[in-house]
């Protein structure tokens, strides 16, 4: 099938509250081209070189969301655009996407990145982790982040009771971490669920899934 007809696949199966975002990552832009004519304008990328070459040549009226693990030396790159970051999961990072966003006098959105998966592979802050950093006095002081949901990972496996309780933990960990808000916290957004997983992820709670492979089809990393 077609980026496109995969892409209409997708869209009409998903709840009006979930936002799909189309992981892009190693595709190339003609097939990036493809998805935007077809009416997608969010994509997701796991590199930020990548991430900013596609940006230059692509419409401007895309939303690039950064879904990687993200070195605190390369937030600068990608500062004066991205729209969400999903792979928050260190307070030093957060600090650095402050002060790169500052810059551009703008405030990058971010997801804190909850460790839910079994694997040690799989990065990620615990649920008491997250709540010190949104308690502390310095978070507060952070003008230019939003810190607007959370974001997990389940592990790579067929098992579906597993990923399921996966995502109901992070599902939970968010309930609980939305009671309180403030000017830079306030959780709106759940990003859970894949291209194996996101019809399960959705019943358990996700408002944005990240699929891939089911809209440009298998990724070929040679
Ligand atoms: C690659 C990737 C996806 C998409 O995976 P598919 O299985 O191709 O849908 C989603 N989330 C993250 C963080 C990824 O790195």
Redesign the pocket.
Known sequence: MSIKQNLQNIKTSLPEHVTLVA?S?TKPISDLMEAYHAGQRIF?E?KIQEMVDKHETMPKDIEWHM??HVQSNKVKYMAPFVRLI??VDNFKLLKEINKQALKHDRAIDCLLQIKIASEDSKFGMTPNEASKIIKSDVFSELKNIKVVGLMG?ATFTNNDSQIEKEFNYLKDTFDSLKQTSTDNYQLNTISMG???DYQLAINCGSTMV?????IFGS?NYN
């Open positions: 992981v990552k997701g796991n879904i990687g999903h792979g990972m894949m291209s194996g990240r699929v891939g492979s089911s990724r």
